[in-house]
């Protein structure tokens, strides 16, 4: 299984940005590292990279996309977007949007609504519930577990109705979200999971790590083919 | 519109019980009551009258039955569950159970799970979120609303997933729950909304008797006949 | 209820083309003119108007919209397309994409997919099956109908899975379709239907008025507002 | 992954029954011989053993439980039936249940339906398309596969709405049929498949068997748990 995850690797390397000081490599590098350790083949992609490290051949040779971006999703370009989109439809490539990937082009285009929300940053702790045991993404979980410093993200989340909802996040400030949501979409499976801001080391914690280890799994193509178009049926094939 | 509150009627009857403080002349009067007023032909039916007052004549005279409970699920009869059932199934009756009634024998035998959940009794309040607004059970609802004092129910809610999600509910305590769920069974439809102890005045308050008006409009019959069994195909009708 | 039904209307017009026989003041005539009989105040617009006959005003003043393109779909703007698509997600109009309508841009961009399917035209029958007895879109209808002429649309149809599925479509040459598919977007709801080819007189069939009718019915506006963006909790609002 | 094929086993030995010319040691034996091919690990169990082979430490041992039954469903004790439907929404056993398995008790009471349908015996051919390409249960198949002998299963089929569309099956005699199907039910998974009449070998057919591997693979337990019941929080907790 060949997963490449997408950062778009500025706050990071802004000066004094507090998220550089938690993820002073990138947080496309500690996502990296431990879907490495669970034994994927990982590769990385960022904004700054020509085509912003998404060449055609890096998504031919991807299985499933991970994408976080925040402060620059109006940088990338549609040409990609629609490679990355196409990928998915057609190619029935994994995606899987992360935090502030819900405003990202390629999430956006995929699920065909704004995708907005309400926010806020106090630092408070977010809890996040099991919704659906039989999932395979709460594999290994317990039926909740705390963030213990998070963004609020609050409903109402402007998404489709999701084919599956796994997990809704609570919030002390009086907020709930639909924090793990699936969709198929053409050939592919999408994914979104919303903890993971920048200045707080929430992918260096282990329960998050293996929703993203098992979203992973789960957004696995299944490389079966459709046709579309002018179809000659029974009677003209004779 | 003919709709029949169905109320189990034993708190607010019990000496000295909290609930018959709140609610004197029982909880279906209070729910017949608003719903009279929204211009619904509207009965009332209680576990102790003969046939727990859902007599055949009584339910084939309803459009849609409204079921409270807690206390003496197990002493509703299973014959006239069963009418309830084939009631919505076959005959396309609306089925709304509130509150505690997610562990009433109707609901539980539609649902086809365990329809448990946590709970605890603290007093604390509620907050319930839309998280559908082109549904049109939140017709003339605000965004949120709280009840001031109220029993907690937690996820995990173990009934099927919804065919549409409504509301959300918060709890100060750090849970969240599906609380407004819509199902179709059959030829009827099915509505389970959470709010409503018997100890508080929950449906005295606007938005949850609003909530409940809408859902009696939703879950409307539509009428429409299918046939089940042998059937003989276009070749054998000629 | 405030209906406008729109139609691109060059297919009537061409000299020659059988769909000028069968329509000869257009397809949008005839479904506005069994709309108007069924007490909607309706509207018509078409592609060659001014801004496709859909201003802010018209636009404003719509509840629910019905679409119907074929030949013509790259010549909507884009700016018309993003109005409308803004009006059903954050103005709640419902939103009615009719047979080749699968393919316009506004049922596209509300979608997030490809929306493309397998189709040939032999002017066969086609059987349209009621799965869902209990939604109101079925109200009125037998458990099945047929069209006696009609252009094929076969599956796999390339959209997110529905919220609500209401017909499957049969076709003698060995083909099925999901031929009545709701979706929430936003404050909005869609509803495709996938009878209506234009050289037949598939709108004049009284069955496919009753559908059409009553998604109409289905697709009304709730009015429930939402909020996006920065939130002040109840925190900061003491 | 334990896998146990449960047949009921009395049509294959009825004497000068056709099945038994098809099936000479039971379905059970050639989907059991299968799935053992495949690597699962295989038992089977009919309704003539004790407890219907069903015993605790059988169904403790069992990760997925096949059902084939049609004419004895009612001589299943409903004392299994309950401890099947537990292991599934309790200990989250998957439980796929095959053609004539509509009708069987526990198939009824992890859905709460009617679970009818249409049927007829024609020995036409039926056509199974792909709905949902991205699903794990279609891997590895063509886009569509005939089974050339069946019994025709139709729509109006009462279940509820299915979490995932995975088959729609095409029949020449003019009905349509939702042929594969997925729900969770508490924390275990549950597929329908409707291919599978006694007296056709359909379970010899190739695609039939690839359907129910991957069906295996997909109704897998998680081991995610779930607590119930009166719920100390954080405040508690202190």
């Known amino acids: 299984m060949k997963v490449t995850v997408w950062n778009e690797f500025r706050h990071e390397v802004e000066p004094g940005h507090e998220s550089g000081k938690v993820y002073p490599e990138g947080i496309h590098k500690v996502i990296a590292g431990f879907l490495a350790e669970a034994g994927f083949d990982v590769k990385t992609a960022t904004l700054d990279e020509p085509e912003h490290g998404l060449t055609d ?3 031919a040779d991807t299985d499933v996309l991970i994408w976080w971006g925040h402060m620059a999703h109006h940088e990338v370009s549609d040409e990609i977007v629609q490679k990355v989109f196409d990928r998915v439809m057609f190619g029935g490539m994994g995606f899987i949007a992360l935090h502030s990937g819900h405003f990202s082009k390629p999430f956006g285009k995929l699920m065909g609504t704004g995708c907005n929300l309400k926010w806020n940053e ?3 702790s977010e809890r996040v519930w099991v919704i659906n045991p039989a999932h395979p993404i709460t594999k290994g979980l317990p039926e909740y577990f705390d963030v213990p410093k998070t963004e609020m993200y609050g409903e109402r989340f402007d998404i489709p109705q999701p084919d599956d909802l796994v997990f809704i996040s609570w ?4 907020e709930v979200f639909r924090s793990g949501c699936c969709w198929s979409r053409g050939k592919g499976k999408v994914f ?4 993971g801001h920048e200045t ?3 992918y260096k914690q282990k329960e998050i790590q293996q929703v993203i ?4 799994n789960w957004a696995a193509p299944t490389g079966t ?14």
Chains 1, 2, 3, 4 share one sequence.
């Open 192 to 195: 979104y999971f919303s903890p």
């Open 57 to 59: 051949e890096v998504l």
């Open 171 to 174: 919030y002390p400030s009086g």
């Open 122 to 124: 106090y630092g408070e």
């Open 225 to 238: 083919e459709v046709t579309y178009g002018r179809w000659f049926d029974r009677f003209d094939k004779k």
């Open 213 to 216: 280890i098992n979203a992973v």
């Open 200 to 202: 707080y080391p929430i």
